[in-house]
Each structure stands twice: as structure tokens, then as C-alpha cells.
């Protein structure tokens, strides 16, 4: 699949770029009965939590380590090749997926963020593809973007998005996130309504955020993997999430490793 230059200008200018019906009926029907099962029988990197008032989130990531179906989705679907365009990129690298599943009644917001200084990565080629498996609105949690946010070329300093959460690690290089809810009617913010395989491809450093689901008979499964392309290096610092890092790599080190494996290539 080629992506027109069109597309590829606005995801470059924007931060972040809709793509409808992506995925197709096959795919969704795999990655839903595979999202059952880790509800079910949660994989090890687990972070979920009940929500006072009623409500489940449902969180998981590096999924693909250990089900064959995210595997296949994450190495063999057309994220990878979509991902070298994006970036411009001769070789992608699989970072991580991770799975998002806010159930009705779950009145849990998603804190306005950018998730490059949660992660062991520097370099510009590093973005993500957020599909979703229901109909998603701004009611039931779908993502927000502050338009044109990774050209600020600033890197927020991570909070826990969960009460009682893990607490991140002070990085001087940082600083503390602005208040987006008091900038809207300054700021820019896009979203989109989205219906089961649409996508929204955004930059690793686009601040985004997303409000509780609000209703009470429609889910919100999200499920994103994140791809890196020529320029991404490991970075050993702090701040970042721990269950992210890689013991296999050094400081400055390519990220090609047998937790972050080659995709795709030219």
C-alpha cells in the first residue's frame, strides 16, 4: 500500500494523520478474540486497574512477546511498510504494542502526554498506529491531538496516568506538562470519530490525551503498536518506563535487538 505524499505532508506537518478503514474485517475479528483472551489471562506486563464508581481499564503491553496474533499484526500486517514511508525510513524497528481497553462506565481520562520521554528512544523517526475495534467518540475516550505539538520540540516530563500509578523519575531535561484544557480555545486540538479499523498515526512526540468512557453500552479497545525508523537510537536515562528499557543495549546503541527486531527493510 502506498500512502500519497499528501498524507504523508499532513502526518509530517500535523503530528498526526487519520487513516479510516486501514485495517480490514479479518484482522479486527483476530485481534478481538486475541484482546478476550488477555483480558482473560493477562500477559506479564499487565496495568490495568478498577475505577471508583464502576469501570475497567484494561492495560498491556510488549503483548507481541508472547501471542501469536499481535506477532503476526505487529511483523506481518501493513503497519511496518506504512511506517518506512511516514519516516522515511530504509529499516523500521518494532518497539512495543500495547493494548488500551476502557469498558462502559469507565469515567478514567487519559492525561494529556507525550510518550517519547516515557521511552528509552531519541531520534525523530518514532510514531505510532492507534486502531481501534468499536465505534469511538470523544464520549467514549477517543484520542485528542494538540496539532502540530511534536514540532515544539518540548518533552513532558511523565506523570502516572493512573491514581497511585508508578511514579516516573525527574529528568532536569524536561519540563512540566501545560495545562492543554485551559489553552483549547488557543491551541488546536483535532479528533476524529472513528468506527472498528480505522487508525489515527500520530509522532512520538504529539500530545494527546483522552476523556473517561462516559456511556454505558459501547467499549473502547484501543491497540497500538509503536515502530522506529533510520535516526531512533537507544537512550538510557531517566524517566523512562522501566519495563521498556533494554538490557541488551547501551547508550546511543542502534535499537535493532531481539526486544526491538527488525521489520521491515528496504
Same mark, same amino acid.
Given at each position: 500500500?502506498?500512502? +500519497?505524499?499528501?498524507?504523508?505532508?499532513?502526518?509530517?506537518?500535523?503530528?498526526?494523520?487519520?487513516?479510516?478503514? *486501514?485495517?480490514?474485517?479479518?484482522?479486527?475479528?483476530?485481534?478481538?478474540?486475541?484482546?478476550?483472551?488477555?483480558?482473560?489471562?493477562?500477559?506479564?506486563?499487565?496495568?490495568?486497574?478498577?475505577?471508583?464508581?464502576?469501570?475497567?481499564? !484494561?492495560?498491556?503491553?510488549?503483548?507481541?512477546?508472547?501471542?501469536?496474533?499481535?506477532?503476526?499484526?505487529?511483523?506481518?500486517?501493513?503497519?511496518?511498510?506504512?511506517?518506512?514511508?511516514?519516516?522515511?525510513?530504509?529499516?523500521?524497528?518494532?518497539?512495543?504494542?500495547?493494548?488500551?481497553?476502557?469498558?462502559?462506565?469507565?469515567?478514567?481520562?487519559? %492525561?494529556?502526554?507525550?510518550?517519547?520521554?516515557?521511552?528509552?528512544? %531519541?531520534?525523530?523517526?518514532?510514531?505510532?498506529?492507534? *486502531?481501534?475495534?468499536? !465505534?469511538?467518540?470523544?464520549?467514549?475516550?477517543?484520542?485528542?491531538?494538540?496539532?502540530? +505539538?511534536?514540532?515544539?520540540?518540548?518533552?513532558?516530563?511523565?506523570?502516572?496516568?493512573?491514581?497511585?500509578?508508578?511514579?516516573?523519575?525527574?529528568?532536569?531535561?524536561?519540563?512540566?506538562?501545560?495545562?492543554?484544557?485551559?489553552?483549547?480555545?488557543? *491551541?488546536?486540538?483535532? +479528533?476524529?470519530?472513528?468506527?472498528? &479499523?480505522?487508525?489515527?498515526?500520530? !509522532?512520538?512526540?504529539?500530545?494527546?490525551?483522552?476523556?473517561?468512557? +462516559?456511556?454505558?453500552?459501547?467499549? %473502547?479497545? &484501543?491497540?497500538?503498536? %509503536?515502530?522506529?525508523?533510520?535516526?531512533?537510537?537507544?537512550?538510557? &536515562?531517566?524517566?523512562?518506563?522501566?519495563?521498556?528499557?533494554?538490557?541488551?543495549?547501551?547508550? &546511543?546503541?542502534?535499537?535493532?535487538?531481539?526486544?526491538?527486531?527488525?521489520?521491515?527493510?528496504?
Amino acid at each position: 500500500m502506498k500512502i +500519497s505524499q499528501e498524507v504523508i505532508n499532513e502526518f509530517q506537518q500535523n503530528g498526526v494523520v487519520y487513516l479510516p478503514g *486501514l485495517i480490514d474485517e479479518t484482522w479486527q475479528q483476530k485481534l478481538a478474540l486475541a484482546i478476550e483472551n488477555d483480558i482473560q489471562h493477562p500477559g506479564p506486563f499487565y496495568h490495568g486497574y478498577q475505577v471508583e464508581g464502576g469501570g475497567n481499564f !484494561h492495560g498491556n503491553m510488549r503483548l507481541w512477546e508472547t501471542d501469536d496474533t499481535f506477532k503476526s499484526y505487529c511483523f506481518d500486517s501493513i503497519l511496518p511498510e506504512l511506517a518506512a514511508q511516514f519516516m522515511h525510513s530504509r529499516q523500521i524497528a518494532l518497539f512495543y504494542d500495547q493494548l488500551f481497553v476502557k469498558e462502559p462506565g469507565t469515567n478514567a481520562p487519559t %492525561r494529556w502526554h507525550n510518550d517519547q520521554p516515557y521511552w528509552p528512544i %531519541r531520534g525523530n523517526d518514532v510514531m505510532s498506529f492507534w *486502531l481501534t475495534l468499536d !465505534h469511538a467518540t470523544v464520549e467514549t475516550g477517543v484520542l485528542e491531538f494538540v496539532k502540530g +505539538s511534536h514540532l515544539w520540540q518540548q518533552w513532558f516530563q511523565p506523570e502516572p496516568f493512573a491514581e497511585g500509578g508508578d511514579e516516573y523519575e525527574t529528568n532536569p531535561d524536561y519540563v512540566p506538562m501545560r495545562d492543554i484544557d485551559a489553552e483549547r480555545d488557543e *491551541l488546536d486540538i483535532i +479528533s476524529w470519530e472513528m468506527q472498528p &479499523g480505522d487508525v489515527v498515526a500520530f !509522532h512520538g512526540l504529539t500530545v494527546h490525551g483522552a476523556k473517561g468512557n +462516559s456511556t454505558q453500552d459501547t467499549r %473502547r479497545r &484501543g491497540y497500538t503498536v %509503536r515502530y522506529c525508523g533510520d535516526d531512533a537510537y537507544y537512550y538510557n &536515562g531517566p524517566g523512562t518506563n522501566e519495563h521498556l528499557q533494554n538490557p541488551q543495549l547501551k547508550q &546511543g546503541e542502534a535499537l535493532f535487538s531481539q526486544q526491538y527486531p527488525k521489520v521491515w527493510e528496504e
